[in-house]
């Protein structure tokens, strides 16, 4: 990771941020740790059936675009969906209640790990086929322009994703109309199994969006800041019309592709040398540490942080399963 360093722009000096938001930004970004944390643990112990794909290591790359978002802009990602949904506040209560397939899930325990939404929070879910939200976030776009509001649609998808025919469909479409859609290319160098290094042509996945005309730029995703800084360069360039963007965040995912994955085509050593020196929730705390946030202050947060995990994994096992007739709601019967 440290060889793409030199073509990563830089962020502006870290010591001139303001405490409360880094504070805030590290709050979410331990939250989405401890509800991943807790999620693989009740995979492990069989309450949460089918798919469990986990975002720990990546949650820089939501918060950082997250905290650049105004109200309306929408977001649709991919089946690596838990980290997206608390980062634009959804309830982890009825997160967790989804995941274990309860009635007070965000879709009633219909949907499961991958397909939840929150149209209140502008989430427009979660997605099991790869790449499949893309094209729906540029027809999300297309709505924000046709509406003329002044909002831009975040798709997501990974380094995997980003060999689909559908997503160069979508460069195209959204280069042509000069939609507001921001394509973040989640990179975390490893598509299931593959490294990106064995599946995809050329040196950047972004340097693709040059075919269609749409500017691109290359993001440190382990650094939410700068994210965050990228983000609002993104975004300024969309609300003003000039159309879409494509940011690929260089980012890391410690666990398997999913819970039944143990990623034995990469060794301990090379995710121990990321975590020890990349992780961006401990560079955050190492940041706010120098900025004169005090140690117990930091274990206070966590120690919250954690208890609202142990509450909402509480909500989650004392909800009721749906009820059989469920199976016939939300649906058109012609």
Known sequence: ??????????????M??????LKEMYKKMLLIRRFEEKAGQLYGMGQIGGFCHLYIGQEAVVVGIQSAQIEGDSIVTSYRDHGHMIACDMDPKGVMAELTGRRDGYSKGKGGSMHMFSREKGFFGGHGIVAAQVPI????????????????????????????????????????????VIF??????????????????????????????????????????????AAFRAMSFCRSGKGPYILEMKTYRYRGHSMSDPAKYRSRDEVDKIRKNSDPIDNIKHLLGKLGMEDKELKNIDAEIKNTISEAAKFAQDSPEPSDEELFTDITIN
């Open 184 to 229: 973040v290319i989640e990179n975390n160098e490893y598509g299931m199994g593959t490294s990106v290094k064995r599946s995809s042509a050329g040196e950047n996945l972004s340097d693709r969006g040059k075919g269609y005309g749409i500017k691109s730029e290359l993001v440190d995703g382990m650094d939410v800041i700068a994210v965050r800084d």
């Open 16 to 21: 001139n941020y303001d405490i409360d938001l």
């Open 137 to 180: 976030g540029t027809g999300l776009a297309f709505s924000h322009k046709y509406n003329e509001t002044n909002n831009v649609s975040i798709t997501y998808f990974g380094d995997g994703a980003a060999n689909q025919g559908q997503v160069y469909e979508s460069y195209n479409m959204a280069s042509l109309w000069k939609l507001p």
């Open 1 to 14: 990771m440290n060889n793409i360093k030199s073509k990563i722009k830089s962020s502006k000096s870290k």
